[in-house]
């Protein structure tokens, strides 16, 4: 009934585990999603962090990412995902000031100068069976003992203590990919939460990496069976309620079947003044 994905990133994999709907709207259908200040932050910090660490360790100051971060709001806010949003001047504004800011607080975190990487925005892939997995990592360094470390940024809130291992367990894919495209097991993967300055890490071991095959051929014959019966089931819970496509969700009294016809309409680009 819908065609079988045959490549899938970790995050897409994560997805249908937390809603299957959301899956097939997002993943299947690819419906478009409206584009969020919060989105564009992240891109725009990612890529502010990404442009410093193309220079050479000793010019990676806090004044050159001031002056490359001009570069990188140029860049996102010619984007259509950001134009999409419509944004006022002012909003604008805010939104690279906000931007802005958690580049500095970066700072407060690592030492650039410090880090050697080995790849940024670095896209990995690896084959399971007829699947293709493929994920980006933002930083991939050697750490002084010379094993392998993946790291993540994040701009949004920092997990509590006890959702810690939750926001971990999925990262140790991107160890697996890692370890798949480049024969290394990697020592670590950290999450760098900027906004509260706070990073957590794991240490991925054996077997940890040995249990992800296993789990994501269920999950991808689950995604299979969807796919040929046309049947996603919904899982309704607090995401419901950041889900761009509640209205055209059963929970929620819509019709799935309308959403492909209807979505390019309510996320047009706005025209100018809206
Ligand atoms: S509204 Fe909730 S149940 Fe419905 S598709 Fe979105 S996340 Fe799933």
């Not at 891109?43 to 001009?70: D, I, K, N, S």
Request: net charge negative; aromatic share 8%; glycine share 6%.
């Amino acid at each position: 009934m819908y065609p079988v994905p045959t490549s899938l990133s970790p995050s897409r994999v994560e997805a249908f585990t937390t809603c299957p709907m959301a899956f097939r709207f997002s993943s299947i259908e690819r419906l478009p999603e409206p584009a969020s200040v919060h989105t564009s932050k992240g891109t725009l910090v990612h890529r502010a962090l990404e442009l410093l660490y193309q220079h050479p360790a000793a010019e990676r100051t806090l004044q050159r990412a001031g002056e490359l971060f001009p570069q990188a709001w140029a860049e996102v806010s010619a984007s259509d995902e950001y134009l999409r949003m419509g944004l006022d001047t002012a909003r604008a504004d805010a939104l690279a000031a906000e931007s802005r800011t958690l580049v500095d607080r970066y700072f407060e975190i690592e030492d650039p100068t410090a880090i050697e990487p080995v790849g940024l925005e670095l896209m990995l892939e690896a084959k399971m069976g007829a699947l293709t997995l493929r994920g980006i990592i933002d930083r991939l360094e050697r750490a002084p003992d010379g094993s392998l470390v993946v790291t993540d940024y994040k701009t949004g809130r920092a997990p509590t203590a006890s959702q810690e291992q939750k926001r971990l367990a999925g990262v140790h894919f991107y160890a697996w990919l890692v370890q798949q495209a480049m024969g290394e097991r990697p020592s670590s993967v950290r999450l760098v939460y900027v906004a509260e300055r706070k990073v957590i890490a794991t240490s991925p071991t054996e077997q940890s990496l040995s249990f992800l095959p296993k789990r994501t051929a269920a999950v991808f014959s689950a995604i299979e069976k969807a796919c040929t019966t046309g049947q996603f089931r919904t899982s309704p819970g607090p995401l419901c309620n950041f889900c761009a496509f509640r209205q055209w969700c059963p929970e929620f009294g819509g019709d799935p079947d309308k959403a492909a016809a209807e979505a390019p309409i309510v996320y047009a680009i706005p025209s100018s003044g809206a």
